[in-house]
DNA sequence: CTGAAAGCGCTAACAC
DNA sequence: GTGTTAGCGCTTTCAG
């Protein structure tokens, strides 16, 4: 055969990806070598270190990460309670970028009600996954957990506000959350507050709520039973809870709703009877949800960073099931994740606050 | 440790996973048939047949989609223009679950302007895709379409409405979805219908527009220029939109948005102005994002079903890649998929049309 | 029609 | 520090 700069093979098919062995070649080492400089690069010498970094920067190798995971062979499963929510795409595409670097299988069963989870998590299980992603308000089913832990499978409770001992969690922490947005609120000159309840089964939306009153009692404002509506986090209970807010005379000044979704809906409502928004009402929102920077004007809310805590959720799910296989001490750490304000156009000062 | 059912290894670490071989061994037969039965199944006996499916189902074996990828080595990629669009989630559910099927890794870049997605594009050539999924309105692009093949990857055209020859494509009807959408309203007696524009750069904007007028003219019915707003796919500009449209006199009695976010923007500008939806205004949209159950009332729209139309695109690219890789003649099939009307809240009679 | 052997790309485990 | 060996679960040859 001739020269070629690819490697090929006996049908003349290019084999365009370029392999650990190739890199091994080019660099006049063993592919372990390679291996070990990919990795942990510990126990190889400078020299090596440098003459592989160079060989793989000239082959433009990257590992092959499905051969990587064959080792391991370790099966996650996520279940995903909201199928059309807009937190999807950011909670699928961190956790599948980080099953590639851990090496693992992921796979996700949508399920709406319990029942459809239930059975969802039938396939997971069936599937052979040795450990689950759940979401709220599935992370606080005690069904749920139970049927988890009878298959032997580790479970992860992604988001919750009640993390529990003995099960891993990502957790967020809503009541600062909710804290910090009140505390903005108020520093923009707002006393009469709004709020909208979340849905009373997802665990945050209590957490979310008493962030709210803590803020709003250090500021020694007291709260007015009238200015709490309940919600269910859905655009429709946001339109109930808005206009009963907005009926309230004095109106408050701002309104802060549980979760995006609602407060898009109080944006609507408000515009709707002619509120300038945020000039005379600023309307607060939390999760960062797409529909947040959709709406018109954008939403001031509190963001959550879904793409990175499924990265994290992914990576230590991995690592417990490991672990566990390996016989090791199980460890159920909660890793909690930082939750950010961002001011968009929903918010400003309170009318007549002075600038 | 207990009693257990699950095979072990010296370690004492469960390995949950039934593999090939434990069914063959259950089975009394190679992990060869066993891998026959599971695939096309030709050149098995039957009895051979039934006895692998049953020990399949005994031992509730699923196969290790991991394993399996790593003979092909195929790589696949994706471009998202849109990351935070509402799409990405149904997208990925499609592709990803559709790439553990068909034996591939899937990678995605985001990329939001054409010089991120070019970026984008660039990390995924690194990484050595052999081809590569370009939504709009990145698969119209002609710098886009030049570097991919430059590169020697297969692009494929994700719902574009110009398919190209030579380049494979998931086609999608957008002038017959907005014709029959403009015949719904018709047939419901509307007879003044106004039109918001899509992104002029979206090659579906334009199909979509003809078919709208394509309808009307069907019925006899002459389009006033006033009918027709530009827009950009985004809220906002459904909002400048809808505010022209509902301005004029006589105003139209429903208003079909190119999309389902300018479609809410128009749903709260006229709930704003004191009408009622779908009683004085019918409105329609197009995709059934998420935001059309979202909003209330939810919105009549036409259905992308984008996660399967992801699956298909993935499926057909793995094939495609391995087609050309073993020196076959490369085919570049054009798949259309269905688009259906899906009716909800927001649209109704036409006011004094009669019930 | 069925089975045995080889190997996909990578990395533990063990030499040297 | 570095290389060798073996093997993850599956499928593609190639013999029978």
Chains 1, 2 share one sequence.
Not at 42 to 51: G, P
Not at 175 to 200: E, N, S, V
Not at 258 to 266: F, I, K, T
Request: with cysteine; proline share 6%.
């Amino acid at each position: 055969m001739a020269e070629r700069s690819e490697a090929e093979n006996g049908n003349g098919a290019k084999r365009s990806v370029v392999t650990i062995h190739d890199v091994a070649r080019h660099a006049g080492v063993s592919s372990m070598t390679v291996s070990r400089v990919i990795n942990g690069a510990k126990y190889v010498s400078k020299e090596m270190q440098r003459k592989v970094t160079a060989s793989i920067e000239a082959l433009n190798y990257s590992p092959n990460l499905t051969a990587r995971s064959l080792k391991s062979d370790v099966r996650l499963g996520a279940l995903y309670s909201n199928p059309s929510s807009s937190n999807l795409g950011a909670f699928l595409m961190g956790a599948f970028r980080q099953s590639g670097a851990s090496g693992c299988q992921f796979l996700i069963e949508p399920g709406v009600t319990e029942e459809e989870a239930l059975e969802g998590l039938e396939r997971l299980i069936e599937a052979g996954i040795g450990g689950v992603i759940l979401p709220p308000p599935l992370c606080d089913s005690a069904r749920m957990l139970e049927k988890v832990s009878a298959a032997g499978v580790l479970p992860l409770s992604f988001a919750t506000a009640i993390p529990r001992d003995g099960v891993a969690a990502i957790v967020v922490d809503d009541y600062k959350g909710a804290f910090d947005m009140t505390r903005h609120l108020i520093a923009a000159g707002h006393r009469a507050i709004g709020f909208i309840q979340g849905d009373p089964k997802h665990s945050p939306s209590q957490r979310r709520e008493q962030g709210y009153r803590a803020a709003l009692a250090g500021a020694g404002i007291r709260i007015e039973p009238e200015w709490i509506a309940p919600g269910l986090f859905t655009y429709k209970s946001g339109l109930d809870a808005a206009r009963q807010l907005l009926g309230i005379s004095p109106r408050p000044t701002a309104i802060f709703a549980s979760n995006d979704d609602m407060a898009a809906a109080v944006s609507a409502v408000a515009q709707g009877i002619g509120l300038s928004v945020p000039r005379d009402i600023s309307i607060a929102g939390f999760d960062d949800a797409p529909v947040a920077s959709t709406v018109w004007p954008e939403l001031t809310t509190i963001r959550q960073p879904i793409a990175e805590m499924a990265a994290t959720a992914v990576a230590m799910l991995a690592d417990q099931v490991r672990n566990a296989r390996s016989g090791g001490t199980p460890k159920a750490p909660h890793v909690r994740e930082m939750l950010t304000l961002v001011e968009r156009n929903s918010t400003g000062p309170a009318p007549g606050a002075g600038e």
